[in-house]
């Protein structure tokens, strides 16, 4: 099977169990290098604080050290949290990272703080800078600072990024309800569906982004991208006990329980497991064909010009493995 569009890769540096922030981050580059080897379009890191189970809380500082030890894949932020930071320091980071990987950096943008409002709060140092109104408005200033100047774009009269820039890194426009998919719309901006968050209304928010979309300088026609939540393995049996660690996480959040991410062993012994695995999902779990089938009825089912694959699962190896069996399946790389 040959998929049409590209396939790339969103990773959010899981601590598993007893594993260390540092044993995640070095899971995470392992898993980066991985898909550059098998050649995935990009790879993606995001951006979450005050969450034990999450190591990446800086996706500039990440992509930096990602880049540095991949060869050609895309290294980008899905996505840095936009109401957490001031538009001219995101723009003098990725600025940077575009400097040192030119044509390699992509900039994915969220609405949402990524975190609790109290922390979201600390990050700001101001409750009067996370009103959601002024996103569109730091989204603008944003994009002028590298170098798509908007009507509204004040910053980049008076500060430059990076002095005499020769490239920019692309910006995408991330969300998961349609007034992300509207904004992206408007400004002729690339759109990513967070299909992952399992929360539907995926079908109406492309829907709705292509309704809106505006041809831009930048970009001329409509460009979906649509995250997957993914787990393969050699046989469907292995495939889904490999699942139950993440249709736990996805229970806790949705109930507001503390989160971990536990073995599959204790998994399979966990109370809340019948629970969890009552909640319907459009998770897709099973043999790399398996797989392979769900991937290419959502890119039909959406439009998608690209998907993003991403899992929760308990162990490093086996996100790698199965990269590699869909990979091979999908002919990734070849």
Do not use: C
């Not at 580059?29 to 990009?42: E, F, K, S, V």
């Not at 209304?201 to 709705?208: K, N, Q």
């Not at 649509?226 to 959040?253: D, I, K």
Request: overall charge negative; proline content about 7%.
């Amino acid at each position: 099977m040959s998929l049409q569009v590209p396939v790339s890769v969103l990773d959010l540096g899981s601590v598993a169990g007893a594993a260390t922030t540092a044993q995640a981050l070095a899971d995470t580059t392992g898993l980066a290098q991985a898909a550059d080897r098998l050649g995935y379009h990009r790879f993606w890191v995001a951006e979450h604080h005050n969450m034990p189970i999450v190591a990446s809380t800086s996706p500039s500082v990440l992509i930096a050290h990602l880049a540095a030890v991949t060869e050609r894949i895309r290294v980008g932020s899905g996505g840095v949290m936009l109401p957490n930071h001031p538009p001219l320091v995101v723009a003098e980071q990725f600025s940077m990272l575009e400097a040192l990987h030119p044509g390699r950096i992509d900039r994915g943008i969220g609405r949402a703080p990524g975190t609790d409002p109290a922390t979201a709060a600390a990050l700001r140092r101001s409750p009067d800078t996370l009103n959601a109104q002024e996103f569109p408005r730091h989204l603008i200033d944003l994009m002028g600072l590298l170098g798509d100047v908007r009507e509204g774009s004040r910053l980049h009269t008076r500060f430059s990024a990076t002095p005499r820039a020769v490239t920019y890194p692309d910006i995408f426009l991330l969300g998961s309800s349609g007034y992300s998919a509207q904004l992206a719309g408007l400004l002729g901006l690339p759109f990513v569906q967070a299909h992952h968050f399992d929360m539907g209304g995926t079908d109406e928010s492309v829907r709705m982004y292509r309704q809106a979309f505006r041809p831009s300088g930048t970009l001329g026609e409509p460009y979906p991208i649509v995250s997957a939540n993914v787990v393969v393995a050699a046989t469907e049996e292995e495939a889904y006990r490999l699942s139950l660690p993440g249709r736990l996480v996805r229970f806790w959040l949705r109930t507001g329980r503390p989160i971990r991410i536990i073995t599959v062993e204790e998994a399979e012994q966990n109370p809340d497991l019948e629970s969890a695995l009552a909640m319907p999902t459009e998770s897709l779990t099973g043999t790399p064909d398996m797989v392979a089938e769900g991937l290419e009825a959502l890119s039909a089912r959406t439009g998608a010009a690209e998907l993003m694959i991403t899992a929760t699962t308990a162990g490093y190896e086996e996100k790698v493995d199965g990269l590699g069996l869909l990979a091979k399946t999908l002919g990734i790389g070849t």
